[in-house]
């Protein structure tokens, strides 16, 4: 299948610094050449026409205290609940938070300038244009801040610029979602005073703030006091699948009220109705997300949140190599290339245009 150069994918969220860098094992698999491991490498990305996205650092939990990955559920199941792994220790989540953006930063400088760390929304446009991997820095979850807000500032400056406000886990800051279905993500409570301030700081600095895995209630009280336009990053339609990691129709409907973005997560867990971890998964459940989210909410909210590297795909897509599947889906759908432009990639830059400008106001 051929490449839509004129159709770059900037996507919402993936996970490849977890799997090239294994902070548990220590182990690493290759990047600059094709393999079969995971979702994502160069090679695979320049097949699939992926041109860029929110690359994600994440701080696993400490086998001590549980939780994810080790007990999800298998396939054929439709019903659980994994409880919440306990809050991280800041030295801990400090020390690998830098290890996961030190291999960023080596993957850039090793790239041969295939691969760029953005910072501004004209480096992006720039790199869009002339075909270099667009990544930005992205923290999944705040657990590596201090609530001074010391380290923020410093992470800002060596490159962050979108920062998920909490994992499926409590912080100082803000509580995730348990892993749930079928269920509500009204779970627990809202932002702490601490969280208050992080949301100020980052729409100060000009760092995108993303809602994915927070409380239903974390959401509003962001919603309340954020003057960015409302992004998550990877999730998808609560209405089409019950997970707790999926957005509610007023959750959607105040993501438009913002002129914010929604990006449709390809987990199959959160697209099937079933909720269950099933590969065997067509691809027009991604589409059926986001035929729901446009239809509601409008073609300029909803965009990819691909969540490669981190999540189980649709067997019909595979990896990132497989993402003109998608887009042939979407057209056969009756998506036309303006629908196509926005979908891919215009809504993330006109987010990111707002968001980043903010530290300017
Ligand atoms: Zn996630």
Known sequence: MTIDHKLPIFDGHNDALQSIYLPKTGKQRPFFERTAEGHIDLPRMREGGFAGGFFAVFVPSNSS???????????????????????????????????GMASLFRLEAESEAQIKVIRTAAELTAALDRDVIAAVLHFEGAEAIDPDLDALEVFYQAGLRSLGLTWSRPNVFAQG????????????????????????????????????????????????????????????????????????????????????????????GFLREDGRREPNTPLSEIVRHIDYIAGRIGIGHVAFGSDFDGAIMPLELGDVAGLPKLLKALRDHGYDEDALRKITHANWLRIVRKTWKQCTI
């Open 177 to 268: 979602v348990p892993f749930k279905f079928p269920a509500s993500p009204d779970t627990g409570p809202g932002l702490s005073e601490a969280g208050r301030q992080l949301v100020r700081a980052c729409n100060r600095l000009g760092i995108l703030i993303d809602l994915a895995h927070i409380t239903e209630q974390g959401f509003w009280d962001t919603a309340a006091i954020s003057h960015a336009p409302l992004a998550v990053t990877h999730t998808g339609a609560h209405a089409l699948c019950p997970s707790t990691r999926n957005l509610t129709d007023k959750q959607l409907d105040a993501i438009k009220d913002s002129d914010g973005v929604v990006g449709v997560n390809f987990h199959v």
């Open 65 to 99: 205290t549980g939780g994810f990955p080790g007990a999800m559920p298998d396939s054929t199941v439709t019903a659980y609940e994994i409880p919440l792994p306990a809050p991280l220790d800041l030295t801990y989540a400090r020390a690998i938070t830098i290890k």
